[in-house]
């Protein structure tokens, strides 16, 4: 079974648009992190946000927040006023504590392209 | 402080050969992470090592793959006679300890042709 799932496989919009990406994620563990990453056109991995399972408040960073609700087991990012730069594949990832071997589980990612 | 260092950053190979793919964490990070990506997917676990120590080799394929973590030097992937499966990106993250953020590196871009 899939542990993240990010349903919206592209996007696109127009920039200056808000846009949110959606993640709903799967465990078993109550102790555990969940990640965004983002990768550029270039290919690297840029990390950009790490919550531990018992944080629930919503974090803001410039443009950026996410939306930590354990209820519905889902940690969607948003992005508002969208820029040409935000193009990019943007991964979710899960880790759970209980787990030995510290696997990150990640989405299929979701690609945003943001049209001038 | 540099971040993660992954080479080379791309490697072609004909099928039969042998690819290495070298992984040096950031300065103070004893944990290292391989991942691969094929195109158009998301990225899978293949291992984690400690100094020394393989922690968690599930992710790996049970042939032809292998993984070490040397006390020096940097963390080595290596697959014996690749396939044109193997073409992937290979991506090294390190992290000073369990459960924290995991830095990735560039990534190693493999094709076997």
């Known amino acids: 079974a899939q542990k993240v799932t990010q349903a919206q496989t592209e996007i696109s919009v127009v920039e200056k648009e808000d846009v949110t990406l959606d993640c709903v994620y799967e465990?078993?563990?109550?102790?555990?992190?969940l990640f965004w990453y983002k990768q550029p056109p270039s290919g690297e991995l840029v990390f950009l946000i790490r919550?531990?399972?018992?944080?629930?408040q919503n974090e803001i960073s410039g443009r950026y927040s996410w939306n930590f609700q354990k209820s519905t087991s889902s940690f969607n990012f948003t992005i508002t006023a969208s820029q040409v730069v935000d193009s990019a594949v943007y991964f979710c990832?899960?880790?759970?504590?209980?787990?030995?071997?510290?696997?990150?589980?990640f989405g299929t990612g979701t690609s945003l392209t943001v049209i001038p | 402080n540099a971040g993660v260092m992954q080479n080379p950053r791309h490697l072609v190979r004909r099928r039969g050969q042998e690819a290495r793919l070298r992984c040096s964490p950031m300065?103070?990070?004893?944990?290292v992470y391989w991942y691969r990506q094929l195109p158009e997917e998301g990225l899978k676990f293949m291992v984690y090592?400690?100094?020394?120590?393989?922690?968690?080799e599930s992710g790996m394929p049970k042939e032809r793959f292998s993984a070490e973590f040397p006390k020096e030097g940097p963390s080595i992937l290596r697959i014996q006679q690749v396939v044109r499966g193997d073409s992937a990106a290979y991506f090294c993250?390190?992290?000073?300890?369990?459960?924290?953020?995991?830095?990735f590196g560039q990534g190693t871009r493999l094709t076997v042709v």
């Open positions: 993250a390190s992290s000073p300890m369990k459960n924290t953020e995991a830095f």
């Open positions: 465990t078993r563990d109550t102790t555990y992190y």
């Open positions: 919550r531990n399972s018992f944080d629930e």
């Open positions: 990832a899960l880790s759970e504590l209980g787990n030995t071997g510290n696997q990150f589980y």
């Open positions: 300065k103070g990070h004893s944990h």
């Open positions: 090592l400690q100094k020394e120590n393989i922690i968690d």
